[in-house]
Each structure stands twice: as structure tokens, then as C-alpha cells.
């Protein structure tokens, strides 16, 4: 690969392993000491030089120039090996298709239907708590968000063990695909236990989705879901395989679990470090009531829009030149591999003021700018599951702090795992039933709230 000329070097970096060290010790504040060398940098991952875009508008000129800046190159292929060659990990050549495909799924009209299984979901897995329990959140969130969406983009339910373990295999692939990004192709293919556990937990998962995927198949009703539409599509005048499908299914449902879970989870923590602020969003749970979409301009949705600045999941993502580009002033060569950081551009503090604060009262009377605030990335490639997920989020916020309080266990703060997502595995939470909330098991329309 081309090594870019005249971007300096960030610190730290050691032969072979290149910059392994200070991501895995500490990426993000290795990720936030970037922009001190300018509108690029040059960080080594594993044996492969990437170029990092520091600065919002360049950041913008990679997102937007999806020709250009593709989804091609080393970072991208490992990541194709844990989710094939789906909507988020396909090239350009065949994006346009595979997103056309896909769209249907995430129109307007469709959220009303989601929203109601959002509701009910938070509420299944909210009602058996008790109060003083030490929640375990990330995972009560995973479990919430993989069952809510089984059942509104593959109108699936799947047994609560098949659940347990799916989640538990896709912390590993997470996990371990960071690892693999960081350091040299070769170790991945020792045969160590770390290989072994990657290898085992996608082999499970892939036959889980072999399993939704022939289930779908015998089964000929159109159930208006993202599966009927790639079960129904044509190309070049043939069917998806199974393999095409597979890799769908994989990818919408580990993209649309895991982050949205580990937001769900950091939205709660902060909301339990700052009870004011969690007043605020019980108070508007209440009046909104449960039915229907709920607001998204609210508070509970300024809350949201803070957590994601705050602690964006996908932190950190790549492209691959297929043309030499100018970019930030220095012209770069075709093959060269360029990353960009939501989390990085997120924490200037040129961009917003005291910016390792959470103060989602910095959102009243202000829009996100999109140059500056990128939890879904932008242009062709952002996230189709924006609008779903800050739904889903909302309902599931109201549906907890409806019934629940949740305060921190301890006084010292909790700090990410960071990944290939920044994750709160391991958050404990306790729990408190609100006031007028009634005995565990009854139904809850309301519970909580004032009368
Ligand atoms: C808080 C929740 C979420 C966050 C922060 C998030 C973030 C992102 C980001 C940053 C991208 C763009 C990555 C890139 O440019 O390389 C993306 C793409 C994508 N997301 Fe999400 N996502 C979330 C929830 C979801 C959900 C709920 C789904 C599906 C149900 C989903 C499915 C996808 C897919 C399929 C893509 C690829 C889009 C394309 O390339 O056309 N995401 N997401």
C-alpha cells in the first residue's frame, strides 16, 4: 500500500504492531490527541498506514464522496469477515442496489408499527425488575434491542437461549474484529484460543441466520418486512442466495443491536448520574404515555443526541481511495486507506464548549451541525437504521423510567470498553420502582407516573 507523503505521524507507534498499544490502552484519548497534528494524521494499524481525517470538513469530503472514498481495502475486509457482504460492508459498485433493496423497511409509514413493538418489548423486559436490583444494563439492553429487531425487520422471534447466546457471540466478533483490525492478518489465522472463540461464535451465529433464512423460504407469506423484500428481488434475473441473505441478516442484526444497546446504556448512566435531568425525561415519559411513535424533539431525544455525541458506537470507520484525491491539502494516492472519527470531531473543544460534559440542555434551541455531529455518518453510506434506532431508544427510555429510577452504584465513573464500538459492558445499575408504580407483574400502561 502507498504511504501518503508529509502527514506526520502520531506518537507511540512500535514496529509490527504499530499503534496497537495506545488503542487498545486507551483509544480514545489517543483518538482525541490526534487533531494537535493537524487536519490529518498518520496512525498505524497493525502493519497497514492509515491516514486519519481530524477536522470536521475533511471529515464531511471523505463521507459525502462515496465513489471515491470506498468501502474497500484491509480495515474493511476484516470486518467483511465477520459480516459478509451486506448493505454496510458492500463496495459502491453494488451499494446503490443493495440499499434500494433495503429501503422499503425503513420508510414513515412503517414506525407506528415499530414503535408499538419497541413499547411492549421494553416492557417485557423492564416489568420482571425489582426494586434494589443490580441491573446488569448493557446486557438487559442487547437482549431488548436483538429481540426488537428480530421482530420488526425479520418478523422472527427466536427462542430466549438462541437470544442469550446470539448476543453473546456478537460481543465476541465485536470484540474481536477490533483486535484483528489492530494487528498483523497473520494472527488471526493461529490456531490460539482467541481464534478459536472468534471462528466458534460465527459459526453459531451463521446458523442461527441459516436457520431464520430456511424458515423464510418455506414459508410463502408476504410479511411486508425487510426479509420479503430481499427474499422478492431480482437481479440480473435471479434470486439472493442464501449466502447474499445471510450476510443481510447478519448485518442488520448485529448493526442494529449493538449499537443501539450500548446507547441505551450510556444514556442510562448518565441519566442516573444526573437524576435531574432523569426527572426531566420520567416526567415527559408520563405525559407521552406509551402509545404511538413517540417525540422525538424532546428531551428524552436531546438526552439521546448528547449520549451519541458523547459516546458514539461506530467511533471509528474506514475507506480506501480508488483514485489519488487531494484531501486536506495534501495529495494522496489511490490505495491509500483513510479513517474518520465521529468520537474525534465530537470531542473538539473548538466545536463544543467543555465537550467531555453531558449537557443536553447544549441541544435547546439548536440542531445538530452536520458537519460537526456524526453518530450516523453522513452521505449515501449513513446509517439507514437512524430514524428506527432513535425511536426505538425513546420508547425504550420512556418504558424504563416510566416504572424505574436508576441510580450508580459507585461515585467513581464508569469507563468504555472501546471496540469496534465504544460498549458499557459491565454497567451495573441499581433500580428503584418510581412512587406510584405498582406490584411487579401488573400492567404498567402508566405505571409510575402521577395520576
Ligand atoms: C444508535 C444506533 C446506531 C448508530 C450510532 C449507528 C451508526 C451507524 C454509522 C456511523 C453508520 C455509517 C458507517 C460508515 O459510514 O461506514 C451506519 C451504517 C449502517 N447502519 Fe447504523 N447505527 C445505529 C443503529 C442501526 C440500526 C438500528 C440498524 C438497523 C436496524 C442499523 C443498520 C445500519 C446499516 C445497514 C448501515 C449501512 C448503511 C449503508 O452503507 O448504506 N444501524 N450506522
Known amino acids: ?30 483518538t482525541s490527541s490526534l487533531p ?15 491516514v486519519m481525517a481530524c477536522d470536521p470538513d475533511v471529515t464531511r469530503q471523505v463521507l459525502l464522496d462515496d465513489r471515491t472514498y470506498d468501502k474497500e481495502g484491509p480495515v474493511i475486509e476484516r470486518i467483511r469477515e465477520v459480516a459478509g457482504n451486506g448493505l454496510s460492508t458492500c463496495p459502491h459498485s453494488s451499494h446503490r442496489r443493495q440499499r434500494r433493496l433495503c429501503q422499503p423497511s425503513f420508510q414513515g409509514d412503517r414506525f407506528p408499527a415499530y414503535a408499538e413493538v419497541f413499547a411492549a418489548t421494553a416492557e417485557a423486559s423492564s416489568i420482571a425488575w425489582h426494586t434494589g436490583q443490580h441491573l446488569d444494563v448493557t446486557r438487559e439492553m442487547m437482549t431488548l434491542t436483538a429481540r426488537a429487531t428480530m421482530v420488526t425487520i425479520f418478523s422472527g422471534e427466536l427462542p430466549a437461549d438462541v437470544v442469550d447466546r446470539s448476543i453473546d457471540d456478537t460481543t465476541t466478533l465485536v470484540r474481536g474484529v477490533f483486535r484483528r483490525m489492530l494487528t498483523p492478518p497473520l494472527l488471526s489465522r493461529l490456531p490460539i484460543p482467541f481464534n478459536r472463540r472468534f ?16 424458515n423464510r423460504r418455506a414459508d410463502p407469506t408476504d410479511h411486508g418486512d425487510l426479509m420479503s423484500s430481499l427474499l422478492g428481488a431480482v437481479d440480473d434475473g435471479a434470486t439472493l442466495t442464501d449466502a447474499e441473505l445471510a450476510d443481510q441478516v447478519l448485518t442488520f442484526f448485529i448493526g442494529g443491536t449493538e449499537t443501539a444497546a450500548n446507547t441505551l446504556a450510556w444514556a442510562l448512566y448518565l441519566l442516573a448520574t444526573h437524576p435531574e435531568v432523569q426527572d426531566q425525561v420520567a416526567a415527559e415519559a408520563c405525559a407521552a404515555g406509551g402509545a404511538g411513535s413517540p417525540p422525538l424533539d424532546g428531551v428524552t431525544g436531546r438526552v439521546l443526541t448528547e449520549t451519541l455525541r458523547l459516546f458514539p458506537p461506530a467511533w471509528l470507520f474506514t475507506r480506501t481511495l480508488t483514485a489519488d484525491t487531494e484531501l486536506g491539502g495534501v495529495e494522496l494516492p489511490r490505495g491509500t486507506v483513510v479513517a474518520v472519527s465521529p468520537y474525534l470531531i465530537q470531542h473538539r473543544g473548538d466545536l463544543y464548549r467543555d465537550p467531555d460534559r453531558f449537557d443536553p440542555g447544549r441541544w435547546v434551541d439548536r440542531a445538530p451541525d452536520r458537519s460537526a455531529y456524526l453518530p450516523f455518518g453522513a452521505g449515501a453510506r449513513k446509517c439507514i437504521g437512524d430514524r428506527f434506532a432513535l ?57 409510575g407516573c402521577p395520576a
Open 391 to 447: 425511536t426505538e431508544m425513546v420508547t425504550a427510555l420512556h418504558a424504563v423510567l416510566r416504572r424505574w429510577r436508576v441510580e450508580p452504584l459507585s461515585p467513581e465513573p464508569f469507563r468504555p470498553a472501546v471496540e469496534a464500538t465504544i460498549t458499557a459492558r459491565g454497567l451495573t445499575l441499581r433500580v428503584v420502582a418510581r412512587d406510584a408504580a405498582p406490584a411487579v407483574g401488573e400492567p404498567s400502561a402508566g405505571a
Open 199 to 214: 471462528d466458534e461464535a460465527r459459526a453459531r451465529l451463521l446458523d442461527v441466520v441459516a436457520t431464520i433464512v430456511a
Open 1 to 30: 500500500m502507498p504511504r501518503p507523503p508529509s502527514i506526520p505521524l502520531a506518537p507511540g507507534a512500535l514496529p509490527v504492531l504499530g499503534h496497537a498499544v495506545p488503542l487498545l490502552r486507551d483509544a480514545l484519548a489517543f
Open 36 to 50: 494537535a497534528l493537524g487536519p490529518l494524521a498518520r496512525i498505524r494499524l497493525g502493519p497497514f498506514s492509515v
